[in-house]
């Protein structure tokens, strides 16, 4: 499989995920990634990617489903490893937050809490490990 495989079958997945979060009227989506696609490639004032960017079809795909859904989205992910919360696409997809959580060296965690009562439905703590480089 190459990458253009994985990249129609990670687009159709988000897709399906979204339809099926619809058609379930769910109050919000987490989406668990690996990759920060934010990091080099993403202009922030233009929410967007540059062409070459391997996140180009699934940041749009994933802004465009976000768009039909119009409920709030917590979006995890790792890879850089520094504690973080945005709005990666605020005019366009504000009810995306961006969540990226620890990693190593700095092993603290994060913790969640959802609350389908709360319009914000998310809640975001930190848990410092005191053990821990920071």
Known sequence: ?????????????????????????????ILLIYADMFEFNFIARKEGFLRHSGYLNFGGALVEKAEAFARPILLVFGDGHQFGISRPFARRAPNIVALEVYGAPA????????????????????????????
């Open 1 to 29: 499989m190459n990458f253009f495989d994985r990249d129609n079958a990670t687009i159709a997945w988000l897709g399906a995920s979204f339809d099926q979060a619809i058609e379930d009227s769910a109050k919000a989506v």
């Open 107 to 134: 092993m603290h965690s994060v913790e969640v809490e959802v609350d389908p009562e709360d319009p914000a439905i998310f809640s975001i703590s930190q848990v410092i490990n005191p053990d821990s480089p920071s």
